[in-house]
T-cell receptor, first 114, second 115 residues
């Protein structure tokens, strides 16, 4: 069974640009969650999508957005990039996002802002 | 809100030593608890889980018991190997609708095992 796939693995952008990251969940998983990982703040929850709807959202500015498609694939977008957005962005999937279901993570997209 | 506190690292051990990484949590209701491991350049891998009080999760020689009375989920392994060197994260998923798809993580503990 294929795992969670994130593309691209690495991205370099400059301040003010926007970026789109992609995530393909494990087949049959309908819940996709996104996290930001930085040395200073650790792992922080961005948002979760299920059946193309955002069900849960963390404490991030509106520049961070996402969407989910009918095949459960998800994208997240960051607009007007800031230096502080440099981070590893991780996507995770689970069957339906219930609290007792483990999330399975991709290898992440490393975003560097110059 | 929910929170997870892990013991401060890094932790350095010799091969075959006993490992304990402490984890305590704050949450309402009955959360599910997880340990994840992250190797360099990779995402997080699920190590073990426990979804109700007194459950013991185990995998690859690692164990952790969900202790409701002490709000703890300490990770243990009887004999570590060099290949166990990684960063370990304790995490919880709260009960209730506001917790859909959300894991709350501890700050992570870096483990280095020397031959």
């Amino acid at each position: 069974k294929a795992g969670v796939t994130q593309t691209p693995r690495y991205l370099i952008k400059t301040r003010g640009q926007q970026v789109t990251l992609s995530c393909s969940p494990i087949s049959g998983h309908r819940s996709v969650s996104w996290y930001q990982q930085t040395p200073g703040q650790g792992l922080q929850f961005l948002f979760e999508y299920f059946s193309e709807t955002q069900r849960n959202k963390g404490n991030f500015p509106g520049r961070f957005s996402g969407r989910q498609f009918s095949n459960s694939r998800s994208e997240m977008n960051v607009s007007t990039l800031e230096l502080g957005d440099s981070a590893l962005y991780l996507c995770a999937s689970s069957l339906v996002g219930a609290s007792n279901q483990p999330q399975h993570f991709g290898d992440g997209t490393r975003l560097s802002i110059l | 809100g929910d929170s997870v506190t892990q013991m401060e690292g890094p932790v350095t051990l010799s091969e075959e030593a006993f490992l304990t990484i402490n984890c305590t949590y704050t949450a309402t209701g009955y959360p599910s608890l997880f340990w994840y491991v992250q190797y360099p350049g990779e995402g997080l891998q699920l190590l073990l889980k426990a979804t109700k009080a007194d459950d013991k999760g185990s995998n690859k020689g690692f164990e952790a018991t969900y202790r409701k009375e002490t709000t703890s989920f300490h990770l243990e392994k009887g004999s570590v190997q060099v290949s166990d060197s990684a960063v370990y994260f304790c995490a919880l998923s709260g009960a209730g609708g506001t917790s859909y798809g959300k894991l709350t993580f501890g700050q992570g503990t870096i483990l280095t095992v020397h031959p």
